[in-house]
């Protein structure tokens, strides 16, 4: 489990091709400020994975394919940096908001923009997600935990202060970046309710309908 209280960003160091689809990921997370053990769980731009290896500052993880083609880090090249986020420990304060490091879908920004003093990001998402949100409720962006500043049946923004942008890599994102969307686990568990609740109203209405006859 994770807060979305990114520590910072690290550079991917490597990209090597494992067992077809898959791949073996590495990752420069000294930022991290402790060394993680083999099968530590670190959200690597939202997404959460599982050391394999570690020395010297470098983490590497294997990526299944799922994981790739739901996510971001299929994009990924060497060079490329990544926001990292160790996971909580008993005791350790939560800043943000419970993230589990399981993206739901992969979003896309569509505008950034200046009013007034604020930076606004507006991320087109699909139905998915738009329908765990609310407003002034939460959303992970890249791991980064947000709060849902307006919020359309397609789109969402959020208020970056400037911390964000200087610590994480949505100080570089525009118009056209990708960003991996985990959706508030609250709105999540309501909706599978109301869906349930919903079905089960359907199979029981016609059924009132034939006693009522």
Known sequence: MFSGIVTGT???LGIEDVAGASIRL???VSVLGREPQHGASIAVA?????????????AEFDVIGQTMRLTTLGDLSVGDRVNLEGALRVGD???????QGHVDAVGCVSVVEQRGDETWM??????????????????????ISLTVADLSHTEFSVALIPTTLDVTTLGG????TRVNLEG???GKH???????????LAIEAPRSLRDSA
């Open 122 to 143: 507006t991320i087109e998402a699909p139905d998915e997600v738009m329908k765990t949100l609310a407003p002034k409720g939460w959303i992970a962006v890249d791991g």
């Open 184 to 186: 508030d686990p609250l």
């Open 173 to 176: 994102a525009e118009p056209g």
């Open 46 to 58: 939202g997404v959460c994975l599982t050391v394999v290896a570690f020395e010297a500052g470098r």
């Open 190 to 200: 309501v909706g599978r309710w109301l869906e349930a609740r919903g079905a089960r």
């Open 93 to 99: 304060e939560i800043g943000g908001h419970e993230v």
């Open 26 to 28: 590495a990752v420069d």
């Open 10 to 12: 690290g550079e991917i």
